[in-house]
Structure formats: C-alpha cells, structure tokens
C-alpha cells in the first residue's frame, strides 16, 4: 500500500482489530454515566450523554436530557453509529479474515465506515454546542467519556480510508502478486 512496506498479509488481522477498538471505545462513549462533562472547581455539576446531575457528595438531583430535541439527536446518532460500527465490524471479518479478500465488501465497509464518522462527528459537535448555551456559570472540561467517543470517530475515520484503498491490492491481499525484480541479467 505504502512504498515503506506494509505486508498486506497484516492489514487482514489489523483492521478488524482496529474496529473492535472503535467498537469498544464507542461502548464507553455510549454506555459512561459518570459524564461527559464536569465542572472544573466545585465537582458539584456533571452529565452524560443521557442526563445531568447537580449536588455535592451523596446528594445528587439528576435530570434526564432525553426531553431536549438536541439531546435526543446526540443519542439516536451515536447509537446508530455504534450499530453501523458493529455491522462494519461484522463484515470485516467475513472480508479479511477468509482464503480470499472479499472486495466488494472491503468497499461496502469503507462506505459504511464514512457514514459512520460522518454522523458521530455531527454528535459530537452537537453535544458541547447545546450544552454549552444551558450552562452560564463556572468552567467546564469534558471528560474521558467524551474522549472515547472522539477516539472511536478518528479509528473509524481512518480505517474507512485503508478500506477504501485496500481494493488496489487485492493480489497482494490474496497471496498472488508477482514478484517484482529490481535487477534483471541483460
């Protein structure tokens, strides 16, 4: 693929390991109560991708943000991320982890995988955007929940381009590329 040198022979077992990273970091983004964001002094603010919560020590008063419009899209998009996420998984093995490569689902999973990053970006820009205009006090960070959800996006991102640049190698990805001689006898 590259003139450095990848054996293509490695990308059959690494890419499919690339997605279930992607997967797994999804999972965390998703499924994390402890938040997507905290306020940086008190520790008396934090919510996640399905609520708030404000309080000190054991005496929390949490609110779901699934009655915001804005709230409801973050989720549906994540969520149907992560199902697209798992399906590219899912094909990825039957493509690269077979005697033969499999080409057109390598496409299809490269397809699949743009769409992915596609709308996971519009949530994750969504997110901070609305948040944001609800809360006028103090400083906040988001967190690493927030992180992974960003770290899933990237891994899909660049894995949809090594799908979609994969199909120019099929013989090299079959075992049947020629050899390629740097000297011949005249």
């Known amino acids: ?27 965390i983004a998703v499924a994390a109560q402890s938040g997507w964001v905290e306020d940086d002094g008190a520790k ?32 549906a998009l994540m969520i149907i991320g992560l199902i697209i996420l798992i399906l590219c998984f899912i094909l990825s ?29 519009i949530a994750l820009i969504i997110y901070p955007v609305n948040f944001n205009e609800r809360i006028f ?17 990237i891994l899909c991102l660049g894995c949809s381009i090594l799908f979609c640049c994969l199909p120019r190698y099929e013989d090299e990805l079959n075992g049947m590329e020629k050899i390629k001689y740097f000297y011949t006898s005249s």
Not at 5 to 23: E, K, N, S, T
Not at 104 to 109: C, E, F, M, S, V
């Open 1 to 27: 693929m590259f003139r450095c040198g990848i054996a293509y022979p490695r990308c059959r077992w690494i890419l499919p390991l690339l997605l279930l990273f992607a997967v797994i970091f999804d999972i």
């Open 44 to 75: 008396s603010h934090y919510a996640s991708m399905w609520d708030e919560c404000r309080g000190r020590n054991n005496n929390w008063d949490c609110r779901t943000l699934m009655e915001l419009p804005w709230a409801q899209v973050v989720a």
């Open 93 to 121: 093995i039957v493509a690269l982890c077979r005697d033969t490569v499999n080409i057109g689902l390598l496409k299809a999973t490269g397809g699949l995988l743009v769409f992915v990053a596609i709308i996971q970006i």
């Open 137 to 153: 006090e103090g400083q906040y960070y988001y967190t690493w929940a927030y992180g992974f959800g960003w770290g899933a996006t």
